[in-house]
């Protein structure tokens, strides 16, 4: 019954999500932040810090990296890996372009630091703290020795203390950026936490406990819905009220467990008997409501019909001396303008009519259309 119940829930809720394939951006907020950074690097030409060689070799690398992953992405081969954003190797490759153009164009070291930090920024959303860390670590390593060896080659002037000064403030600013981004990475698992949750309790709130079944609340909300599909498609619909007959003598006589165990295991045969369209709940104890969308009067007494018929061959041998249960069923066609509440009291009133006359059987409406033929086993 659980894995019924499983099934059910799994059903309903990617019924109510559409359910949209992922789709992976065009270009990748890391190849934008390294296109940004190439473009700041013409400023850098313009003003004549850089040659125009170096800032078409520099754009050259920028772009062909930004056009390899775009194309990873494009032909779907960022599926293959365990994630699929690809951030850590995109990470990898933009902060290696801006380190090596550090050390080799030295006026641009001024640029290195904000990218770096914006770098980062993106990628405390996706990768782990192992990895930030291990990430940090390199990047600062090799900043470290860019300006060491330049120190040795240049001397230790006030440009190179500068530089180290620079690079501790990296260095602290850094490890803040790694806690900051493991507090988003905790409200992110929270939020998904509560997400499942929220998602649990609503659907609890729709199903009854015992059959897994839409209840008596939702069953009005699908009524209404069916309303308004029959009223601006103009089609017909009916609903049928099923009744299991003498249950309180079933329960009477062999407990309100073997109740529970009928109750279940016919809502289990009802719910396979329906249409995918049509949709079952329980209206409250041994009765069951169905709407049947796009049917006609004749279409939902041939269905009921067979229902009936269905449910008199169930074997509840285990748990009732009879063996076997009997339904009585009221259906009732959609009148346009009617209300809920009247259409149901018209299958009530076909339901009561079929128990006053002997049970176990179908009866409907007839206010609306000319009664089809259906004879009684
Ligand atoms: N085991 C069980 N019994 C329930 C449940 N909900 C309601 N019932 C019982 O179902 C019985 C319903 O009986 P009624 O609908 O009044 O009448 P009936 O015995 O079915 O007789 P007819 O409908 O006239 O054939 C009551 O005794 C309720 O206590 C439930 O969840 N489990």
């Known amino acids: 019954m659980d894995d019924a119940r499983e099934t059910l829930r799994s059903e309903s809720i990617n019924r109510r999500r559409t359910i949209k394939p992922v789709r992976m951006p065009q270009v990748s907020p890391i190849g934008l932040i390294s296109l940004l950074y190439a473009l700041s690097l013409f400023v850098f030409y313009r003003q004549g810090f850089i040659s125009g060689g170096s800032f078409v070799l520099i754009a050259m690398v920028v772009v062909a990296s930004v056009a390899g992953f775009h194309l990873l992405f494009r032909f779907g081969h960022h599926t293959r890996y365990r994630d699929p954003s690809l951030m850590l190797p995109q990470l990898v490759v933009s902060l290696a372009i801006m380190l090596t153009v550090a050390w080799l164009e030295r006026p641009t070291q001024i640029a290195l630091v904000p990218f770096m930090l914006i770098a980062f920024s993106f990628g405390i959303f996706r990768l782990t703290t192992l990895s930030l860390i291990?990430?940090?670590?390199?990047?600062?390593?090799?900043?470290?020795?860019?300006?060491?060896?330049?120190?040795?080659?240049?001397?230790?002037?006030?440009?190179?203390?500068?530089?180290?000064?620079?690079?501790?403030?990296?260095?602290?600013?850094?490890?803040?950026?790694?806690?900051?981004?493991?507090?988003i990475q905790n409200m992110r698992q929270l939020l998904r936490a509560t997400r499942y949750q929220l998602e649990h309790y609503e659907e609890k709130s729709v199903r009854d406990e015992l059959t897994g079944l839409y209840n008596r609340r939702q069953l009005q909300t699908e009524l209404e819905q069916a309303r308004l599909h029959a009223?601006?498609?103009?089609?017909?619909?009916?609903?049928?009220?099923?009744?299991?007959?003498?249950?309180?003598?079933?329960?009477?006589?062999?407990?309100?467990?073997?109740?529970?165990?009928?109750?279940?295991?016919?809502?289990?045969?009802?719910?396979?008997?329906?249409?995918?369209?049509?949709?079952?709940?329980?209206?409250?104890?041994?009765?069951?409501?169905?709407?049947?969308?796009?049917?006609?009067?004749?279409?939902?007494v041939m269905h009921a019909e067979r229902l009936r018929v269905y449910a008199h061959f169930l074997d509840f041998q285990k748990v009732l001396p009879q063996k076997h249960i009997s339904l009585s069923i009221g259906v009732a066609e959609y009148r346009p303008g009617e209300k809920i509440t009247d259409l149901i009291a018209r299958a009530d009133a076909a339901l009561y009519r079929a128990k006053q006359l002997g049970r176990n059987r179908v009866e409907w409406s007839t206010e609306q259309v000319a009664a089809p033929e259906c004879s009684q086993q």
Not at 148 to 162: C, K, S
Not at 259 to 288: M, P, S
């Open 231 to 300: 009223q601006t498609r103009a089609v017909p619909f009916c609903i049928c009220l099923i009744d299991i007959d003498r249950f309180k003598q079933i329960n009477d006589n062999c407990g309100h467990l073997a109740g529970d165990t009928i109750i279940r295991e016919f809502a289990k045969t009802a719910r396979d008997c329906i249409r995918d369209t049509d949709v079952l709940g329980r209206y409250g104890g041994d009765e069951f409501l169905q709407i049947l969308p796009d049917t006609d009067l004749k279409g939902a």
């Open 134 to 183: 291990m990430l940090s670590a390199v990047c600062l390593s090799a900043y470290l020795a860019i300006i060491l060896l330049r120190g040795q080659a240049e001397g230790h002037d006030f440009v190179f203390r500068a530089d180290l000064v620079q690079w501790c403030v990296l260095a602290l600013t850094l490890p803040g950026m790694i806690l900051v981004g493991k507090q």
